[in-house]
């Protein structure tokens, strides 16, 4: 599996799930073109962006041209690099006809692919040090599963200038692209006013 320090921006889920069998990085998904209308979705993307730097791998179609783009135009040129697949005609599995354009989306890609597609686009092999960021974490530090603990995320996300609507599962992948371990507990114990109880 490759690590790779940039985070992956994907149009959805499906095309996450392809990269995650592939990859060791932080995947982020457009929701399509929702991506477009989200202010706080492509904050947080341009906030990652500053931090590890980007690669955008969409389809090969207009859509994820677009999508493309779009974000392309939005986000510091110096944080972006571009992966594309190749265009393969067929359809998806778990679809029952082609893509208008009659090709293979992310999700379709055969590993090594995506593989050659990301190495292809300059990314960053990483050794990862140290512990990562985990559910358990969030819990100890009461982000996650106890009475308050939406209202103690959204006020850390605030101190963090991430956006407030991250989920425990959203904040859990872009914390680990963002903060060691440490340093993350650190922040969140200084800007929550130490470990709460549950």
């Known amino acids: 599996m490759l690590r790779i320090r940039e985070a992956i921006i994907v149009e959805g889920k499906y095309d996450k799930n392809a990269l995650a069998r592939v990859v060791d ?3 982020i998904t457009t929701d399509g073109f929702g991506v477009l209308n989200n202010a706080e979705k492509r904050d947080m993307i341009t906030h990652v ?3 590890r730097g ?3 791998l969409t389809d090969s179609d207009g859509a994820g041209f677009l999508i493309r783009n779009r974000l392309k135009g939005a986000l510091p040129p110096e944080c972006v690099k571009h992966a594309y697949i190749p265009d393969i005609y067929g359809k998806e599995r ?4 082609a893509s208008k354009e009659g090709t293979l989306g992310v999700e379709g890609m055969p590993a090594a692919v995506l593989a050659q597609c990301l190495s292809d686009a300059g990314a960053t092999a990483e050794e990862r040090g140290g512990e990562k960021i985990t ?3 969030l819990y100890e530090l009461g982000l996650s599963g106890g ?3 939406g209202l103690k995320r959204e006020k850390l996300l605030r101190g963090l200038n991430l956006p407030k609507r991250l989920s425990a ?4 992948a872009v914390i680990n692209a963002l903060y060691g371990k440490e340093e993350f507990i650190g922040l969140s114990e200084k800007l929550l006013g130490g470990r709460n109880e549950k």
């Open 54 to 56: 980007v690669i955008i």
């Open 49 to 51: 962006a500053r931090a």
């Open 135 to 137: 559910k358990s974490d």
């Open 94 to 97: 778990r679809k029952s006809a």
């Open 169 to 172: 599962n959203s904040m859990l």
């Open 147 to 149: 009475a308050g603990s």
């Open 25 to 27: 990085a932080v995947i």
